[in-house]
C-alpha cells in the first residue's frame, strides 16, 4: 500500500511515502531555532510556506503522481499546536482531494515502531529520547496493543536540557550535535546524578552545569552533561530491560543521533547478552517516513478514522495510542 | 557461589571463618566512566548498609550487617524463604504491615517493598534489599511503598496489609490518603506492572 506521511510536531515539516514497510521518499524542512527557541507560530508559518512544496519533492522523488497515493498519515500528537495543525490540514486536504484513507498517527508511537520494524526487533525495551521526551517503553498488550511507560522524565527531556546547556554556552545550534562535538576530549567536573527507580530527572544537572560556566571550561562541562545524562539513561534501562526480562534495546528519537549514546547503551546490552538496535541518523530525526510506516500498518489493519473525526492532540500520551 | 542476580549488584554466599555469609557487590559497569561509576558504587553501599543499621537500631528484623567493604556488604544469612514463593496468608501481611509501619515510623521508606523482598522463616519475618531505600518522611514516598505491595498482592491479602499498617503506623490515615491521590494520578495507572 502506498501511503504518505506528514510529520509536522515541532521544527520539522517531514513528508515521506513508503510501500509495504519500504522507504520510497523522505523528504523535509526544518526551522532554524537559531538562538531564540522554536515560537509555536513562527514555526507553523513556516511549514505553512514549505507544506505543498516539501510534499511535491516527495513524490517526485518516489516517482509517483498524486493519483498513486492509496493512504495517508499525519500526526495527532503531542507536539505544538500550531505546527500540528498544519499537518494535519496538509493531511486533510490531501485525503479529501484523493479520496483515500487517513490514519492519525502518534509521534512517539511512530519513532519507535519505526525504529523497531527496520532494526528487525521483535518486543524490545524502547529507550526514546528527543527534546521533548525522555521515556522508556516495553509493549504491553492489556487493555489493548500499546507501548506502556516503564520509566519517564520527570521535568525536561534530555535532547531539550542538551539544546539549552548549548544555547547558555553560545555554542552555534546544530541539532544537539554541538554538545557531542564540544565534550570530545573533555574531563569529568562532578554533576548531579537523580534517578528514582526507572524515573530519572535532568533539570538539577542543568542548572549545576549553568552555574559553573564561566569557572569550569566549556570542553569539561560538555563532558560532564553528556556523561551524566547518558549515565542516567542507561542505569534505568538496564533496570527495565533485568525487570522485564527483555533481550532486546532499542534507542529512537532525536537524541539517538548521539553516537556516544549507543556506544553507551551498546555496552549496557552487551553485559546482559542482549541485542542493541538503532537505526541510521536522519531516520531518527523528525521525519514523515516513520509516521507513514506506522500509518500504514495502521490502514492495512482496517484502522482508518473518517476525515471529520480527525483532529490533533497537544497531549496525546503514547501509552494511549493503539498500536497495530 | 552466586544466588542472585539485581540490576546493580551481585549476591554472593560464602563462606567465611566458618562463618556463612550473604555478600552483595556492586560490580563495575563499563556503561558508566570510571569518574562517576566508582563515587557512586561507593556512596550506595554506604548508604545501603547504613540504612540497614538504622532499621535495625529501630527493631526491625533486617539481616545484621556483619562488615562494609568499599562496594560490598557482608551480611547474616537468613533462613526461610521468600513470601512470594510460599503460600501467602492473613498472618503474613499483618506481620509484613506492621513492620512496614514500624520502619516507616523511624524514617526509613523501603523503595522496593514486595513480597520478593520479604523472608518468612516459621513465624519470622525479615525485610532484605535497602538498595532503593531512603530517610524520608515524606508521606507521598511511604504511599509507594504500599503501592508496590498493592501490586504484588491479591486485593483481599492487601486489606490485611493496609488495615495493619494503618493501625500500627503513627500516621498511617495520612499515608492511605496519599496513597488514593498517587493512585488518581494518570501516570501510574498505565504503568502497573504486572
Request: with cysteine; proline share 3%.
Amino acid at each position: 500500500m502506498r501511503v504518505i506521511g506528514i510529520e509536522s510536531s515541532a521544527h520539522t515539516f517531514g513528508v515521506g511515502i513508503v510501500d509495504d514497510g519500504k522507504i520510497l521518499a523522505k523528504e523535509k524542512e526544518m526551522f532554524h531555532i537559531g538562538t531564540t527557541g522554536m515560537i509555536p507560530a513562527e514555526v507553523a508559518e513556516f511549514h505553512t510556506d514549505n507544506a505543498a512544496e516539501v510534499i511535491n519533492r516527495a513524490l517526485k522523488s518516489a516517482n509517483l503522481n498524486y493519483s498513486d497515493i492509496e493512504g495517508i498519515g499525519y500526526t495527532r500528537g503531542p507536539g505544538l499546536g500550531p505546527c500540528l495543525q498544519v499537518g494535519y490540514l496538509s493531511a486533510k486536504t490531501l485525503a479529501k482531494k484523493l479520496k483515500v484513507p487517513i490514519a492519525p498517527v502518534n509521534h512517539g508511537v511512530a519513532h519507535i515502531e519505526s525504529t523497531r520494524l527496520i532494526s528487525g526487533m521483535k518486543d524490545p525495551i524502547a529507550l526514546y529520547v528527543s527534546g521533548g521526551n525522555s521515556q522508556i517503553l516495553k509493549m504491553d498488550n492489556k487493555p489493548f496493543k500499546h507501548y506502556r511507560v516503564l520509566g519517564e522524565t520527570f521535568d525536561i527531556g534530555v535532547g531539550n536540557m542538551l539544546d539549552s546547556f548549548a544555547r547558555e554556552l553560545k555554542l552555534t545550534p546544530s541539532w544537539g550535535s554541538s554538545i557531542e562535538k564540544k565534550a570530545s576530549g573533555g574531563k569529568y567536573v562532578e554533576m548531579p546524578y537523580s534517578v528514582k527507580g526507572m524515573d530519572f530527572s535532568f533539570t538539577g544537572l542543568l542548572t549545576k552545569a549553568v552555574s559553573m560556566i564561566p569557572d569550569v571550561p566549556a570542553k569539561d562541562l560538555c563532558f560532564s552533561i553528556q556523561e551524566a545524562a547518558f549515565s542516567m539513561l542507561a542505569e534505568t534501562t538496564e533496570r527495565a530491560l533485568l525487570l522485564t526480562n527483555s533481550d532486546e534495546i532499542c534507542v529512537c528519537g532525536g537524541v539517538a543521533q548521539n553516537s556516544r549514546l549507543k556506544q553507551i547503551l551498546n555496552l549496557v546490552a552487551k553485559e546482559h547478552g542482549a541485542r542493541f538496535g538503532f537505526i541510521e541518523g536522519a531516520l531518527n530525526a523528525d521525519n514523515g517516513a516513520m509516521i507513514a510506516m506506522v500509518a500504514e500498518r495502521m490502514l492495512l489493519a482496517g484502522h482508518s478514522t473518517s476525515i471529520d473525526k480527525c483532529d490533533i492532540e497537544q497531549r496525546f500520551r503514547v501509552d494511549s495510542a493503539e498500536v497495530f | 557461589m552466586v544466588i542472585g542476580e539485581g540490576a546493580e549488584a551481585q549476591i554472593y554466599l560464602e563462606n567465611i571463618l566458618g562463618l556463612e555469609m550473604v555478600v552483595k557487590v556492586r560490580q563495575r559497569k563499563e556503561y558508566r566512566i570510571p569518574e562517576i561509576d566508582e563515587p557512586m558504587r561507593r556512596r550506595r553501599t554506604r548508604k545501603e548498609a547504613g540504612l540497614m543499621i538504622v532499621a535495625s537500631k529501630a527493631g526491625i528484623n533486617v539481616p545484621h550487617v556483619i562488615a562494609v567493604g568499599k562496594f560490598s556488604i557482608y551480611m547474616e544469612k537468613i533462613g526461610g524463604k521468600l513470601l512470594k514463593d510460599i503460600q501467602n496468608s492473613k498472618t503474613y501481611m499483618e506481620k509484613v504491615g506492621k513492620e512496614l509501619a514500624r520502619m516507616h515510623d523511624s524514617g526509613i521508606v523501603h523503595g522496593d517493598y514486595t513480597p520478593a523482598n520479604i523472608m518468612i522463616s516459621g513465624n519470622e519475618t525479615t525485610i532484605i534489599d535497602f538498595g532503593l531505600a531512603d530517610m524520608s518522611l515524606d508521606p507521598e514516598q511511604k504511599a509507594v511503598d504500599l503501592l508496590l505491595m498493592k501490586r504484588s498482592v491479591t486485593r483481599g491479602m492487601y486489606a490485611h496489609f493496609e488495615h495493619a499498617y494503618v493501625n500500627a503506623s503513627r500516621n498511617g490515615t495520612a499515608v492511605k490518603k496519599q496513597l488514593a491521590e498517587t493512585e488518581r494520578r494518570g501516570r501510574y495507572q498505565s504503568r502497573t506492572l504486572s
